[in-house]
C-alpha cells in the first residue's frame, strides 16, 4: 500500500470506528459515552505515519484516532470500549484510558493536559538508554492554558528531548473557543522556550505527515523537540452528551463550512476511485468482524473489580466491613 | 409545596445569591453555555465580570479566585470533575485554607469549590469517578456533601456566605433526586448540624450524601424487623458529633456507608470517635469503596467496587444481630 493509501485507509478506519462507536454508545452498549475525533482524523493518521512502532505517543480525552493510527487493534479497541475482558485494557479502561503498551500508546488521558509532560518522560528514557525512539504527544487547544505543559516545554526544551508536541486546534475547548481562551498565539508558546513550531492544515494528511517526519528526523538526530500546530474541525459534539443535551455554541453555518473541508475527501481524491472503493469495503468487513467480536465477548468477572490496582498484586481490604478477614 | 429537584436547588440557590450579593461571582469551564445545567442564566443576567468563562487553567484560576477573594470578592468556582481538585489541592489546602491562621486572622478567603457530579457518573472511569471528600476534611476545609434539594439548596447558599473556603460536593447519584419543598421556606442551612432522616431506636446509619437514598431503602426494607435510625452528617467537616452522639446513644449500634476510600476515609473518622467518645454496644461497621480503589470502567466492576445497598443491609443486619 502506498503512503497516500495507507492515509487514507487510517482515516477511513477512524471515521468508520467513530461511526460505529456512536451507534454503539446510542444503543447503551458503550457506557459513559465518547468524545468524537470525526473531521480531525488526518492528524492522527499524518503524525503516526512518520512513526516507529516502538516509538511512543500519550493521547487525550479524545483519544481513539491516535490508539488506532499508532497500530492498536480496533478489534481489541471496540471490545474496550464495550466494557469486555477481551478489551486492550481489560475492559478497566475505557474510552479515555485505553491504551496498548505493545504499540507505544501510552493511553488516552482523561485530564487535559496531562500526556506532555509524560511523553517527555518517556522521551528521555529513550535518550538515556541510546535509543533514537521518539515520544509524541497529542492535545487539544485548550491544553496549552495548562501550567504543567508549559512546564513541560521548559524541560523539553532545556534538555533537547525528542519530543514532539502536537497541538489539535479544532476551535474549542468544549464550548470555550480559542479566542477566548488563548491570549498570544499557540505557536508562540512553544516558541518562548526555543521550540520549533509550525502550523500545517490539519484537514490534509499528507501535509501533516511531511510537517511530523521533519520534527521526527530532528528529534531522532537529537535536535531536540518540536512543536506542530495542526489545525482542524471538530465536526461531531465535544462529546456524545451533546446528542441529547443540546447546547448550543456553534453556529450551524459554521458548522456547515467546517465539515465541508472533510479530510477523507481531500486525501480520498489522491486516489483512483477504484481503490478508495477497494479501502473502504476492507474497513466496514474488519469493523463488522469489531462490533461482532466485541459484542461476542464476555464481561469481566466483578471478583477482579481491582485487580492490576497495584503492579506487584498488593491487594487492600475490601470496602464492606462484613469481609474485614478478607485483610491480606 | 412544589416538586424541586436537586441540580435544580443548586442552580436556584446560586442565582438567588448572585441576585442578592453582588460581590458572588462565578467562576468555571463552559459556564456560560451552562454545560453542567447550574449555572444555567447567570452570563445572560450578570455580564461576563461576574460570570467568568476559564480557559483550562485551574490551578491559575484557583487561586485567582483566593486573591479576588482577599480583596473583597465572593467567587464560586464550578469543578467539571472530581479529580480537577486533586489538580488544585496546593491551591485549597495550601494556600486558600492557611492565609486565615498564616495572616493572625487579617485574611479571609470565602471561596466556595463545588462539583456537579462527583464519585461515579458510570462509564467516566479511572479518572473522573473520584470521591475526595475525606481529603479535605482531613487537611480541615470546611467540606459538605448535601443528600436532599433543600439542603442542597441551603448548603450551597451558607457555603457561599461563609467567610472560609467551603468544598461543596453535590455526587452524580443525587443530582436527579427530587423532593417536595415548599420554596418560600427555603433558606440556609448551617455547616456542621446534621439531620435525622428517619428515627430509629436500633441500630443509626450514617450514610453521606446519595447513599442517604440507599440507607431509606434500607430502613423501609427492614422496618418490621429492626428500627433504623438515617442519620446524614450533611457537612464532612465541621462534623455534627454532637448529633451522632445523641443518636447512637439511643441505637448503641452504628453502621456507617460511604463512597470513598476505606483506608484513612470519613467512614473510618467516624467509627474511631464513635468507639472512643459514644456508647456502642456493639462493635460498629462501615460499607466503603475498597482500600484505594481507582474506579474500573466496566459497569460490572464499576459497581463492584461502589457501596451498594445490599451491602448496607447485610451490614445493618450483622451489627444488630451481633447483639444478641
Ligand atoms: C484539566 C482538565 N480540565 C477540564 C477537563 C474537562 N474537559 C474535558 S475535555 C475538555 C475540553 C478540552 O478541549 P481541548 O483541549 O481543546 O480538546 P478537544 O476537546 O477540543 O479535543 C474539558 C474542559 C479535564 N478533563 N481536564
Ligand atoms: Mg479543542
Same mark, same amino acid.
Given at each position: 500500500?502506498?503512503?497516500?493509501?495507507?492515509?487514507?485507509?487510517?482515516?477511513?478506519?477512524?471515521?468508520?470506528?467513530?461511526?460505529?462507536?456512536?451507534?454503539?454508545?446510542?444503543?447503551?452498549?458503550?457506557?459513559?459515552?465518547?468524545?468524537?475525533?470525526?473531521?480531525?482524523?488526518?492528524?492522527?493518521?499524518?503524525?503516526?505515519?512518520?512513526?516507529?512502532?516502538?516509538?511512543?505517543?500519550?493521547?487525550?480525552?479524545?483519544?481513539?484516532?491516535?490508539?488506532?493510527?499508532?497500530?492498536?487493534?480496533?478489534?481489541?479497541?471496540?471490545?474496550?470500549?464495550?466494557?469486555?475482558?477481551?478489551?486492550?485494557?481489560?475492559?478497566?479502561?475505557?474510552?479515555?484510558?485505553?491504551?496498548?503498551?505493545?504499540?507505544?500508546?501510552?493511553?488516552?488521558?482523561?485530564?487535559?493536559?496531562?500526556?506532555?509532560?509524560?511523553?517527555?518522560?518517556?522521551?528521555?528514557?529513550?535518550?538515556?538508554?541510546?535509543?533514537?525512539?521518539?515520544?509524541?504527544?497529542?492535545?487539544?487547544?485548550?491544553?496549552?492554558?495548562?501550567?504543567?505543559?508549559?512546564?513541560?516545554?521548559?524541560?523539553?526544551?532545556?534538555?533537547?528531548?525528542?519530543?514532539?508536541?502536537?497541538?489539535?486546534?479544532?476551535?474549542?475547548a468544549t464550548t470555550l473557543t480559542v479566542a477566548q481562551a488563548v491570549a498570544?498565539?499557540?505557536? +508562540?508558546? %512553544?516558541? !518562548? #522556550?526555543?521550540?520549533?513550531?509550525?502550523?500545517? /492544515?490539519? @484537514?490534509? =494528511?499528507?501535509?501533516? &505527515?511531511? $510537517?511530523?517526519?521533519?520534527?521526527?528526523?530532528?528529534?531522532?538526530?537529537?535536535?531536540?523537540?518540536?512543536?506542530?500546530?495542526?489545525?482542524?474541525?471538530?465536526?461531531?459534539?465535544?462529546?456524545?452528551?451533546?446528542?441529547?443535551?443540546?447546547?448550543?455554541y456553534?453556529?450551524?453555518?459554521?458548522?456547515?463550512?467546517?465539515?465541508?473541508?472533510?479530510?477523507?475527501?481531500?486525501?480520498?481524491?489522491?486516489?483512483?476511485?477504484?481503490?478508495?472503493?477497494?479501502?473502504?469495503?476492507?474497513?466496514?468487513?474488519?469493523? +463488522?468482524? %469489531?462490533? !461482532? #467480536?466485541?459484542?461476542?465477548?464476555?464481561?469481566? /468477572?466483578? @471478583?477482579? =473489580?481491582?485487580?492490576? &490496582?497495584? $503492579?506487584?498484586?498488593?491487594?487492600?481490604?475490601?470496602?464492606?466491613?462484613?469481609?474485614?478477614?478478607?485483610?491480606? | 409545596?412544589?416538586?424541586?429537584?436537586?441540580?435544580?436547588?443548586?442552580?436556584?440557590?446560586l442565582a438567588?445569591?448572585m441576585a442578592?450579593?453582588s460581590s458572588v461571582c462565578v467562576l468555571g469551564e463552559d459556564i456560560g453555555v451552562g454545560v453542567?445545567?447550574v449555572t444555567t442564566g447567570l452570563l445572560a443576567k450578570h455580564g461576563p465580570l461576574r460570570v467568568v468563562d476559564t480557559p483550562?487553567s485551574?490551578?491559575?484560576f484557583?487561586?485567582f479566585a483566593?486573591?479576588a477573594?482577599?480583596?473583597?470578592q465572593r467567587p464560586v468556582i464550578e469543578?467539571?470533575?472530581?479529580?480537577?481538585?486533586?489538580?488544585?489541592?496546593?491551591?485549597?489546602?495550601?494556600?486558600?485554607?492557611?492565609?486565615?491562621?498564616?495572616?493572625?486572622?487579617?485574611?479571609?478567603?470565602?471561596?466556595?469549590?463545588?462539583?456537579?457530579?462527583?464519585?461515579?457518573?458510570?462509564?467516566?472511569?479511572?479518572?473522573?469517578?473520584?470521591?475526595?471528600?475525606?481529603?479535605?476534611?482531613?487537611?480541615?476545609?470546611?467540606?459538605?456533601?448535601?443528600?436532599?434539594?433543600?439542603?442542597?439548596?441551603?448548603?450551597?447558599?451558607?457555603?457561599?456566605?461563609?467567610?472560609?473556603?467551603?468544598?461543596?460536593?453535590?455526587?452524580?447519584?443525587?443530582?436527579?433526586?427530587?423532593?417536595?419543598?415548599?420554596?418560600?421556606?427555603?433558606?440556609?442551612?448551617?455547616?456542621?448540624?446534621?439531620?435525622?432522616?428517619?428515627?430509629?431506636?436500633?441500630?443509626?446509619?450514617?450514610?453521606?450524601?446519595?447513599?442517604?437514598?440507599?440507607?431509606?431503602?434500607?430502613?423501609?426494607?427492614?422496618?418490621?424487623?429492626?428500627?433504623?435510625?438515617?442519620?446524614?452528617?450533611?457537612?464532612?467537616?465541621?462534623?455534627?458529633?454532637?448529633?451522632?452522639?445523641?443518636?447512637?446513644?439511643?441505637?448503641?449500634?452504628?453502621?456507617?456507608?460511604?463512597?470513598?476510600?476505606?483506608?484513612?476515609?470519613?467512614?473510618?473518622?467516624?467509627?474511631?470517635?464513635?468507639?472512643?467518645?459514644?456508647?456502642?454496644?456493639?462493635?460498629?461497621?462501615?460499607?466503603?469503596?475498597?482500600?484505594?480503589?481507582?474506579?474500573?470502567?466496566?459497569?460490572?466492576?464499576?459497581?463492584?467496587?461502589?457501596?451498594?445497598?445490599?451491602?448496607?443491609?447485610?451490614?445493618?443486619?450483622?451489627?444488630?444481630?451481633?447483639?444478641?
Amino acid at each position: 500500500m502506498s503512503v497516500g493509501e495507507g492515509l487514507y485507509r487510517t482515516m477511513r478506519l477512524i471515521r468508520r470506528f467513530e461511526e460505529r462507536a456512536i451507534e454503539l454508545v446510542h444503543a447503551g452498549e458503550i457506557i459513559g459515552g465518547i468524545h468524537p475525533y470525526i473531521g480531525q482524523e488526518a492528524i492522527a493518521a499524518g503524525v503516526c505515519a512518520a512513526l516507529r512502532d516502538d516509538d511512543v505517543i500519550t493521547s487525550t480525552h479524545r483519544g481513539h484516532g491516535h490508539v488506532l493510527a499508532k497500530g492498536a487493534d480496533p478489534v481489541r479497541m471496540l471490545a474496550e470500549l464495550t466494557g469486555r475482558s477481551t478489551g486492550l485494557n481489560g475492559g478497566r479502561g475505557g474510552s479515555m484510558h485505553a491504551a496498548d503498551f505493545g504499540k507505544g500508546i501510552y493511553g488516552a488521558n482523561g485530564i487535559v493536559g496531562a500526556g506532555g509532560a509524560i511523553a517527555t518522560g518517556a522521551a528521555w528514557a529513550a535518550v538515556k538508554e541510546g535509543s533514537d525512539r521518539v515520544a509524541v504527544s497529542f492535545f487539544g487547544d485548550g491544553a496549552v492554558n495548562q501550567g504543567v505543559l508549559l512546564e513541560t516545554f521548559n524541560l523539553a526544551a532545556l534538555w533537547r528531548l525528542p519530543v514532539l508536541f502536537v497541538c489539535e486546534n479544532n476551535g474549542y475547548a468544549t464550548t470555550l473557543t480559542v479566542a477566548q481562551a488563548v491570549a498570544g498565539s499557540i505557536t +508562540a508558546r %512553544a516558541e !518562548a #522556550f526555543g521550540i520549533p513550531a509550525v502550523s500545517v /492544515d490539519g @484537514a490534509d =494528511a499528507a501535509a501533516v &505527515l511531511n $510537517a511530523a517526519r521533519d520534527a521526527v528526523a530532528r528529534g531522532r538526530a537529537g535536535g531536540g523537540p518540536s512543536f506542530i500546530e495542526a489545525t482542524a474541525y471538530r465536526f461531531d459534539a465535544h462529546h456524545t452528551w451533546e446528542h441529547k443535551a443540546r447546547v448550543r455554541y456553534r453556529a450551524d453555518e459554521e458548522v456547515a463550512a467546517g465539515r465541508s473541508r472533510d479530510p477523507l475527501d481531500i486525501q480520498g481524491v489522491r486516489l483512483d476511485a477504484d481503490t478508495r472503493a477497494g479501502i473502504d469495503a476492507d474497513v466496514e468487513a474488519l469493523l +463488522a468482524e %469489531a462490533v !461482532a #467480536f466485541a459484542l461476542d465477548s464476555p464481561r469481566p /468477572d466483578p @471478583a477482579g =473489580a481491582l485487580d492490576h &490496582l497495584y $503492579a506487584t498484586g498488593l491487594r487492600g481490604r475490601d470496602g464492606v466491613g462484613l469481609l474485614d478477614t478478607a485483610v491480606r | 409545596m412544589a416538586r424541586l429537584s436537586y441540580l435544580k436547588a443548586l442552580q436556584r440557590a446560586l442565582a438567588d445569591e448572585m441576585a442578592r450579593d453582588s460581590s458572588v461571582c462565578v467562576l468555571g469551564e463552559d459556564i456560560g453555555v451552562g454545560v453542567n445545567n447550574v449555572t444555567t442564566g447567570l452570563l445572560a443576567k450578570h455580564g461576563p465580570l461576574r460570570v467568568v468563562d476559564t480557559p483550562l487553567s485551574e490551578q491559575a484560576f484557583t487561586s485567582f479566585a483566593t486573591g479576588a477573594a482577599l480583596a473583597g470578592q465572593r467567587p464560586v468556582i464550578e469543578f467539571q470533575i472530581p479529580s480537577l481538585l486533586f489538580l488544585v489541592f496546593e491551591q485549597i489546602a495550601n494556600q486558600a485554607h492557611k492565609f486565615s491562621l498564616m495572616t493572625g486572622g487579617q485574611a479571609k478567603v470565602p471561596v466556595t469549590y463545588f462539583v456537579p457530579g462527583s464519585g461515579s457518573r458510570s462509564g467516566w472511569a479511572g479518572q473522573h469517578s473520584d470521591h475526595p471528600y475525606g481529603l479535605f476534611a482531613h487537611v480541615g476545609v470546611k467540606t459538605v456533601v448535601p443528600a436532599t434539594p433543600e439542603d442542597a439548596y441551603g448548603l450551597f447558599l451558607t457555603a457561599i456566605r461563609d467567610d472560609d473556603p467551603v468544598v461543596l460536593f453535590a455526587p452524580a447519584g443525587s443530582l436527579g433526586v427530587r423532593g417536595d419543598v415548599d420554596l418560600a421556606a427555603l433558606g440556609p442551612v448551617p455547616l456542621g448540624v446534621g439531620r435525622v432522616h428517619r428515627e430509629g431506636t436500633d441500630v443509626t446509619v450514617v450514610a453521606v450524601g446519595h447513599l442517604v437514598q440507599a440507607a431509606l431503602a434500607v430502613a423501609e426494607q427492614l422496618a418490621d424487623q429492626i428500627s433504623v435510625e438515617v442519620f446524614d452528617p450533611r457537612t464532612l467537616y465541621p462534623f455534627d458529633w454532637d448529633g451522632l452522639a445523641a443518636s447512637v446513644a439511643k441505637t448503641g449500634r452504628l453502621v456507617v456507608i460511604d463512597d470513598s476510600n476505606r483506608m484513612c476515609g470519613i467512614a473510618g473518622e467516624i467509627l474511631a470517635t464513635a468507639a472512643e467518645q459514644m456508647r456502642l454496644t456493639v462493635p460498629p461497621k462501615r460499607v466503603t469503596r475498597p482500600d484505594g480503589a481507582v474506579l474500573p470502567f466496566a459497569r460490572e466492576l464499576d459497581l463492584a467496587v461502589q457501596p451498594q445497598q445490599d451491602q448496607l443491609l447485610t451490614a445493618v443486619q450483622e451489627v444488630y444481630k451481633s447483639s444478641r
